[in-house]
Structure formats: C-alpha cells, structure tokens
C-alpha cells in the first residue's frame, strides 16, 4: 500500500457526527464485544480453570473476583471484580440485543428512521434492565 | 506487484470465493452463544450456592458439561471473528498487523483449548 501512505482526506469520524440511538447502538456493539471477548472469556477461562484444579484454586478466584478475604490485593480486586462481573453481564445483555437487531436488519427490515432509532433505543432499555433484573435475583434472594 | 493504480494492483487476482464464509459464520456462532450463554447464565443462577462442590458438581453433570466445551468453541470462534473485523478497522501498520494476525489465530485456539480441557477434568473425575 504504497499509495496510502501521504495523509489523505479521511472520512468524518466520531466527532463529526450528531449523535443518535443507531450510533451509540453501534459503538456499544463493538464495545460489549471485544470486552466479552478479552475481560469475559479471560474471566471464564480462569474460572473453568480454577474450578478443574481443586478447591484451593477455586477459593483463590473467589478470594480475588468476590470475597475478597485473604489480604489487601485481593480486597482492591474483589471491588474490581464485582464491577467487572456486573458490567459483563450487561455487555451480554447489551451485545445480545443489538446482536438480535443486527440478525433483523440482516433481512432487511427495520431501516426506517423511525423504527431504527426505536429498537436501538430498545436494546439499552432492555440491557439496562434485564442487568438489574439478574443481580436484583442473584443478590436478594 | 508494482505500485499501479489501485485496479491495476487487484486486476488478474480474482475472487478468493469465500466473500460470505467470515459473515455467515459470525451470525451462526452468534444464534449459538444466544443459546449456550443464556443457559449458562439461567443455570449459574438457580445455583443454590456458589461453594466449590456445588459448581463443579453441577459442570460435572452431562448437558453442562456438553454445553461448556460447545461454549469453549461457540464463543472463542465468534470472539475471534468479532477480534478480526476490530482489528482489521484500526491496525494499519505492516508491523502490527502481523502481530494482531498472529494474536487471533493463536490466542483463541489456545484458549478453547485449556477451557475444554478443565471441562473434560471435571467431567470425567480427574484431580
């Protein structure tokens, strides 16, 4: 790519656009992914990890994404932990739902403007919730 | 190649005829993680509890255990693809783009790997 390499004229970026529903739809998705993709699957991997190796090694992970116990590392990390669990399960909520609205508009429906920035606005609507729905069960049960 | 017009660069090259194979698969691991996280997340849930015999005997039993390794493939594919597409969006450089090459087509199969592993450990009673 030879060619590219003098500065060309660049298409207008995030902060040249008035921001609406379907873009912050569409930022969220990249976002939730590749998050679910690094922090979520590196969290189930030392999970499964921990849990195949013995009870030791699952108290550690606890220790470290939950309770807390066990000295002041694992204390600053398990408040990190409790942010990260939550917000994974939000960016699964999140990443689902415009996923879904991504298979919809496969098919090519939904490209009103209307009906566009309706089921965007949607989808955070229900990440939002189903997140306080999930943690409202596991938490006061 | 020579450094002609951008035509003249891909003229002769021809399709590489897998134009659909990347997108089709992203949407078919996507229908497959709606399934497979949503049982994960309904199951973890019902848990009574989260000490350590409950959560390996419940990954332990046969439809949680088939469905941890079909996760290990499902999403680690579908990451990998997400990954891709991101990283195809923002690397540039010849350097860095031979690295994150080298990231998605290595990390994920290692990590599938070691996860279906610690799946199989439980599963079949091993220390």
Do not use: C
Request: charged content about 10%; hydrophobic content about 55%.
């Amino acid at each position: 790519m030879a060619q590219a390499r003098k500065a060309r004229p660049i298409s207008p970026h995030l902060q040249i656009w008035r921001w609406g529903p379907a873009m912050l739809v569409s930022i969220l998705h990249r976002v939730t992914g590749n998050g679910l993709a690094f922090a979520g699957l590196g969290l189930l991997l030392w999970w499964i990890g921990a849990l195949a190796s013995g009870p030791e090694s699952y108290e550690t992970f606890l220790n470290y994404t939950w309770t807390g116990e066990g000295g002041g590392l694992q204390a600053a990390t398990a408040f990190l932990g409790k942010v990260v669990l939550v917000g994974l399960t939000w960016a699964f909520f999140q990443h689902a739902a415009s996923g879904i609205r991504h298979l919809i508009l496969d098919i090519g429906a939904g490209y009103e403007l209307e009906s566009n920035s309706r089921w965007s606005v949607v989808t955070i609507a229900f990440s939002v919730i189903a997140t306080i729905a999930l943690w409202a069960f596991l938490l006061l049960r | 190649m020579g450094n002609g017009t951008s035509l003249g660069r891909v003229r002769g090259l021809g399709s590489s005829h897998q134009g659909t194979h990347h997108w089709l698969t992203s949407r078919l691991t996507a229908v497959g993680n709606l399934v497979l996280i949503t049982f994960l997340i309904v199951s973890l849930a019902l848990l009574p509890d989260y000490a350590y015999a409950t959560v390996r005997g419940w990954v332990a039993r046969p439809l949680p255990s088939i469905a941890l390794i079909l996760i290990m493939i499902n999403t680690f594919t579908h990451a990998r693809m997400g990954v891709q597409v991101m990283l195809e969006d923002y690397v540039h450089e010849e350097g860095t783009k031979i690295a994150a090459w080298l990231l998605v087509n290595i990390v994920p199969f290692v990590g599938a790997a070691f996860g279906i592993l610690s799946v199989l450990r439980i599963a079949l009673g091993g220390a």
